[in-house]
């Protein structure tokens, strides 16, 4: 039937009494106008809603020769009405479908509002993979990255495939994922998004299971701290400190009532705790510095062997301990032990606190001067029997000869300066030179010992700069490095041999042809 031209006639020949023209507006068939509206691409939110601005404009552009003036006034009149009232509604619906969706239609028969597409969670959502195709989107389903998505407006379905501009390279990425897999099951419904969190909760579960079961094998295998300590208390046995120790160990040895066993004892055990930078500071605000030092004067060797034994660690590169000793008498005694008739051994800790006590301290090496520790040291190589100290007090004077070259080299502070003016009041290469040390130092080459040849020769190769004119004139020297250039040669040879193309031999060969040719140089 054409709807158009009855309302036309009723319009205007007025042949349908008891119905006003609203009232006919009112009664169209919704169906007819989504056709009207589908045919126009205009969207409609109602059959009501647009049922009467597009029935009165149909009905004036198909039947105006047919309408009165007054008729068409009217009609114009509710024309407006109806749009009007159509922009009042769409100010209160915020988004434009085909079908306006009532409140009640959106409640499930639970009385509860579904969650939408948008608030589903993540990963819930299953991946959804486009072909060139048009495919329809199902809710819950995620859209891959550069896929061409769009909207059907025949059936208000979501509709997606791969962008076209894309084919050639989706086909060569779709193939490379393939082959990447292999045959790994890929499809989206192998696993649904529940059964992955359970897998991922039992994961957890199993991880939490494994650690407890670590945590009671160690628990098994070691008691806890707290339960040790109530066994010791048990026992009598307490938990000391260094500190402590240090302590028991003073009182010991400074005990009247210890005997010589015991005192000996007691410094064998210190000499190990203060050689902690530390510990050795506290050994000193508890007096035992002092004691040991007064340890020194025993006639009983073995506690003067141990009693400097203790200070030469305590004395290592701490400075705060050094200047204690050095106030507290410590070199003078180092001194008289060295110059005075004692056992090796005596002597041997005495030389290595005397080492510990000098080194990086330019006021001690001064008060050493001074005291005549050089001439000390010199008689050494006097006495019977003290072979094994020979190369030790070389190594010292090597030692405190080069930690004065390197500092006076080293860039220059407000610090620095103040210790290179502590070290120039040190004059001890000039008492080396004027006390013969070139030649003491020199003979020590003919020692069979490769280290002690080592050692000897870097001794030789620092006082080269004050002892050439001596070392020149002294044939003896000459006929012993030709002997030891001879020697290493042959050992240099054998290890290049033997593939060792830089060995020790090679470098001790290098030493000596160096020092001859300062030697012939003028």
């Known amino acids: 039937m054409n709807y158009t031209l009855e309302?036309?006639?009723?319009?205007?020949?007025?042949?349908?009494?008891?119905?006003?023209?609203?009232?006919?507006?009112?009664?169209?068939?919704?169906?007819?106008?989504?056709?009207k509206a589908a045919w126009l691409e205009i969207p409609v939110s109602g059959g009501l809603i647009w049922c009467m601005p597009f029935l009165m404009l149909m009905a004036m552009s198909h039947c105006s020769a047919l309408l009165s003036t007054a008729a068409k006034v009217n009609l114009l009149v509710l024309v407006v009405s109806a749009v009007f009232s159509w922009?009042?509604?769409?100010?209160?619906?915020?988004?434009?479908?085909?079908?306006?969706?009532?409140?009640?239609?959106?409640?499930?028969?639970?009385?509860?509002?579904?969650?939408t597409e948008d608030e589903a969670d993540p990963e819930d959502l299953e991946v959804f993979y486009p072909t060139h195709q048009w495919q329809t989107l199902?809710?819950?389903?995620?859209?891959?990255?550069?896929?061409?998505?769009?909207?059907?407006?025949?059936?208000?379905?979501?509709?997606?495939?791969?962008?076209?501009?894309?084919?050639?390279?989706?086909?060569?990425?779709?193939?490379?994922?393939?082959?990447?897999?292999?045959?790994?099951d890929i499809d989206s419904n192998s696993f649904t998004s529940q059964e992955l969190k359970k897998a991922l909760a039992k994961m957890k579960e199993n991880e939490k299971t494994e650690r407890m079961a670590r945590e009671e094998e160690v628990r098994k295998k070691f008691r806890p701290i707290e339960q040790l300590k109530e066994e010791f208390e048990k026992l009598n046995v307490k938990l000391e400190t260094d500190y402590e120790i240090m302590v028991k160990?003073?009182?010991?040895?400074?005990?009247?009532?210890?005997?010589?066993?015991?005192?000996?004892?007691?410094?064998?055990?210190?000499?190990?705790?203060v050689h902690q930078v530390d510990n050795a500071k506290d050994f000193l605000s508890l007096g035992g510095l002092?004691?040991?030092?007064?340890?020194?004067?025993?006639?009983?060797?073995?506690?003067?062997?141990?009693?400097?034994?203790?200070?030469?660690?305590?004395?290592?590169?701490?400075?705060?301990?050094q200047v204690e000793a050095i106030e507290g008498g410590a070199l003078q005694k180092f001194l008289v032990i060295l110059a005075t008739e004692q056992p090796l051994a005596v002597k041997k800790k005495a030389l290595f606190a005397l080492s510990s006590m000098l080194r990086h301290f330019p006021y001690a090496q001064q008060q050493f001067l001074k005291l005549g520790g050089l001439q000390v040291l010199r008689n050494l190589f006097r006495e019977k029997g003290m072979e094994a100290l020979y190369i030790r007090v070389v190594t010292l004077l090597y030692d405190l000869i080069m930690e004065k070259m390197l500092l006076e080299d080293s860039p220059n502070g407000d610090q620095m300066e103040e210790k290179i003016q502590q070290?120039?009041?040190?004059?001890?290469?000039?008492?080396?030179?004027?006390?013969?040390?070139?030649?003491?130092?020199?003979?020590?080459?003919?020692?069979?010992?490769?280290?002690?040849?080592?050692?000897?020769?870097?001794?030789?190769?620092?006082?080269?700069?004050?002892?050439?004119?001596?070392?020149?004139?002294?044939?003896?020297?000459?006929?012993?490095l030709s002997l030891l250039r001879s020697e290493y040669e042959e050992l240099a040879a054998e290890e290049q041999r033997e593939g060792d193309k830089d060995g020790y031999f090679k470098e001790l060969l290098g030493s000596v042809n160096t020092i001859i040719q300062e030697l012939r140089s003028k």
């Open 7 to 35: 309302i036309c006639k009723l319009m205007e020949m007025g042949s349908c009494p008891g119905y006003k023209t609203e009232e006919l507006v009112m009664r169209c068939p919704a169906h007819f106008f989504r056709r």
């Open 423 to 480: 070290y120039r009041q040190v004059k001890l290469v000039p008492a080396v030179v004027e006390q013969d040390w070139c030649v003491i130092v020199s003979n020590l080459l003919a020692m069979p010992e490769h280290d002690t040849r080592e050692k000897v020769l870097k001794t030789v190769s620092v006082l080269m700069a004050f002892c050439k004119e001596r070392y020149q004139g002294d044939q003896s020297l000459g006929t012993m």
């Open 138 to 184: 199902h809710p819950g389903q995620a859209v891959p990255a550069g896929s061409h998505v769009r909207l059907n407006l025949q059936t208000g379905e979501r509709e997606a495939k791969l962008s076209d501009s894309e084919n050639g390279k989706s086909d060569r990425r779709e193939e490379k994922r393939r082959k990447r897999l292999g045959k790994m």
């Open 87 to 115: 922009s009042s509604l769409s100010d209160r619906v915020p988004e434009f479908a085909l079908t306006k969706i009532e409140e009640s239609d959106i409640k499930d028969d639970s009385g509860k509002e579904p969650v």
């Open 249 to 273: 160990l003073i009182g010991k040895f400074n005990s009247s009532a210890s005997t010589l066993d015991e005192k000996v004892a007691a410094l064998y055990d210190l000499e190990y705790y």
């Open 290 to 321: 002092q004691l040991v030092i007064n340890g020194l004067n025993s006639t009983e060797a073995i506690l003067k062997e141990h009693a400097a034994f203790v200070l030469g660690a305590a004395l290592s590169s701490n400075p705060k301990v």
